[in-house]
């Protein structure tokens, strides 16, 4: 990996601005409808019917989560993860055909989608994690016994390109558009402008989520596994971890009262959050009545897929330096291990206790 030099501000100055478009597990926890904060001209219409030049779409948006630009962590590197998010970037920003208000527009509705759907799910582009996540579904409903029943929903491009879909989401979603005709003719305008880019809606940014939320909801999107493998994270590990750090959320939920966190401030507390729920993920996947995967397999995942973000020390939804992420998983590993003869799995509350002792360790790094 290489030390942080130059580029990578610009690398995090990019996924500021488009991560300000998202709204934080939180904020979709509260409320889904969104303050009205933003208007923004769609101007490649001229030749797209049911879109007009002159026309403001008013964007829905969560605000900004940054009014500059939060510390650095000095020990920071340039990961794999974050050189290839950067590409998808840096090809959706240096598409001819790139708009800022229909990227917004499209996480947006993506988002909300992912949120709001119940049916069938299918896990992966073309369904290759089906299986897989059925099993960890099982597994970990077992493993950690829950009162709440975890639901998971998969988030995908293709999404953006189906009439179908994308018809009911404007519909669902959009508060210009009062009926469903109205919602097939901006799906169709919508699909034209899709068919001159490589980038709308193909581009795995339209599908990077990974969140989880009180009601028991889990979401897990094509990109940020896309991304993940990419970096040469083997696939089964990828979801597995990506869906047993969100799993472990769940567990926060649940014990949020008992547990009755008191930082010094946001930054802080998703810092602790997150680390545990790290912390959590890699016990259950090295345990044997878990995933039973190696250290060799675990510290891949945690070495590659560092988002750059972690490396802003004083932003709200900081996750930890990678050397903190890397030694929390560490940590989860060897208590797994410790215990391997016996099979014995630690209820979540004796976990949360071996964190609470790691974890001035963890933030003296």
Not at 29 to 34: A, E, G, P, V, Y
Not at 232 to 237: A, L, N, P, T
Not at 251 to 275: C, F, I, P, T
Not at 321 to 329: G, K, L, S, V
Request: charged share 25%; proline share 3%.
């Amino acid at each position: 990996m290489k030390k942080m030099g130059a580029h990578i501000w610009l690398v995090g100055l990019v996924i500021i601005i488009l991560i300000s478009w998202s709204c934080s597990k939180e904020q979709l926890d509260k409320t889904i409808t969104t303050p009205m904060v933003e208007q923004a001209k769609v101007d490649k219409t001229s030749d797209t019917p049911g879109l007009k030049k002159d026309h403001t779409y008013k964007i829905e948006n969560c605000g900004l989560r940054y009014t500059g630009i939060p510390a650095l962590d000095d020990s920071c590197t340039l990961t794999d993860f974050a050189v290839i998010l950067f590409g998808y970037i840096n090809s959706l920003v240096s598409d001819p055909d790139y708009q800022p208000a229909l990227t917004q527009y499209y996480a947006e509705l993506n988002k909300k989608y992912a949120v709001h759907y119940r049916g069938d799910n299918y896990f992966g582009k073309d369904g290759e994690y089906d299986q897989l996540a059925k099993k960890r579904w099982r597994e970990l409903n077992a493993f950690w016994d829950l009162k709440k029943e975890i639901t998971l929903n998969a988030q995908h491009t293709i999404s953006l390109d189906n009439r179908e879909t994308l018809a009911a989401m404007i519909e669902s979603f959009d508060p210009l558009v009062r009926n469903r005709e109205e919602a097939y003719a901006k799906a169709d305008a919508l699909i034209a402008y899709n068919s001159s880019s490589p980038n709308y809606p193909e581009n795995p940014f339209f599908a990077l989520e990974a969140f989880t939320l009180r009601n028991g909801l889990l979401v897990i999107g094509d990109g940020l596994l896309q991304t993940l493998v990419e970096t040469g994270i083997d696939e089964k590990v990828a979801f597995t971890a990506v869906i047993s750090h969100e799993w472990w959320h769940q567990v926060h939920y649940e014990y949020e009262d008992k547990w009755n966190l008191e930082l010094e401030n946001q930054a802080a507390r998703s810092r602790y959050l997150e680390l545990e729920a790290d912390f959590a993920a890699a016990y259950f996947m090295a345990h044997k009545r878990g995933a039973t995967f190696n250290w060799k397999l675990i510290e891949q995942y945690f070495t590659l897929s560092f988002n750059v973000g972690d490396c802003f020390i004083q932003s709200n939804q900081h996750h930890g330096t990678p050397e903190q992420r890397y030694m929390a998983a560490k940590y989860g590993y060897k208590l797994a291990d410790n215990s391997k003869k016996k099979g014995f799995i630690l209820s979540p509350e004796q976990v949360h206790k071996e964190f609470l002792k790691l974890y001035p360790v963890l933030i003296a790094m």
